[in-house]
């Protein structure tokens, strides 16, 4: 025999490797297969909750959102100041310069131009956000904050001076425009809710810190109103 035939023969003469025992396969498969399992389980469960989830239940999430973020706003600035405006940077500038603040991102020369969505998040300076929920739909550097549910339509920003003051999504989702009639008549400002679809259609309610509601339309969008006797002790 050749040194080739002989290395052939070796090659193919070699005892196999040790074979995994009944158990250790059937221990493989079960992890396998448990795994499996708990990714499954684990996303049907998540589309349960949201399926599951009624817009009645979301509308209780946001109000709780939009009604902590006019309490800041009264408490931070209403008393004693007036409630900031949500219009053009001069506006701002003015409102800036009767509090006299001085922390950096407010210096009044380096104000950017601002949208609604945009003001709300400037004028909660201190306030306890969800950061998972502080998004920037349009790219410039300026955060805008989220409901939980439908994140795609940011919460706005409307003072009461600025009632024709409206907002377009960046992305084609609607134009939202603050309510005016009597319902808020009184009130100092809007906080806008884009509705449980994360579009800005038409707004159906009022909301106030009351828990009372006034129907203004058909659509699924909301806003919520401070108390009046707060905009009386602002001014």
């Keep these: 025999m050749n040194a080739r035939e002989s290395n052939k023969s070796h090659r193919y003469g070699e005892a196999p490797g040790p074979v995994p025992s009944r158990t250790a396969r059937v221990l493989v498969a079960f992890f396998v297969t448990a795994g499996v399992v708990f990714v499954i389980g684990g996303f049907g ?12 239940q979301f509308a209780v999430a946001v109000r709780r959102d939009m009604e902590a973020m006019a309490d800041y706003l009264t408490a931070e600035y209403g008393a004693e100041n007036g409630f900031p405006p949500s219009g053009p940077t001069s506006a701002r500038a003015a409102f800036l310069s009767k509090l006299d603040l001085q922390a ?4 009044q020369e380096e104000l950017p131009q601002m ?3 945009e003001s709300l998040v400037f004028w909660l300076t201190t306030f306890p956000f969800d950061e998972r929920r502080l998004i920037d739909l349009d790219r410039d550097g300026l955060a805008e904050y989220a409901p939980a549910i439908g994140k795609k339509a940011p919460y706005l920003y409307f003072a009461r001076d600025t009632v024709e003051q409206s907002y377009e999504h960046p992305h ?8 005016v009639g009597a319902a808020t008549a009184e009130a ?25 509601a006034t129907a203004v339309g058909d659509g699924d969008d909301a806003v919520f109103v401070p108390a009046t006797r707060s905009y009386q002790t602002a001014r």
Excluded: C, K, M
Excluded at 45 to 55: A, G, K
Excluded at 188 to 212: A, C, H, K, T
């Design 115 to 117: 949208d609604p969505a």
């Design 172 to 179: 084609d989702r609607g134009t939202a425009r603050p309510v």
């Design 104 to 107: 950096p991102h407010r210096r």
């Design 188 to 212: 100092p400002f809007q906080i806008y809710w884009g509705g449980s679809n994360g579009r800005y259609d038409e707004v159906g309610s009022v909301w106030r810190p009351d828990g009372e």
């Design 45 to 56: 469960l998540l589309v349960y909750l949201f399926v599951s989830t009624t817009p009645e």
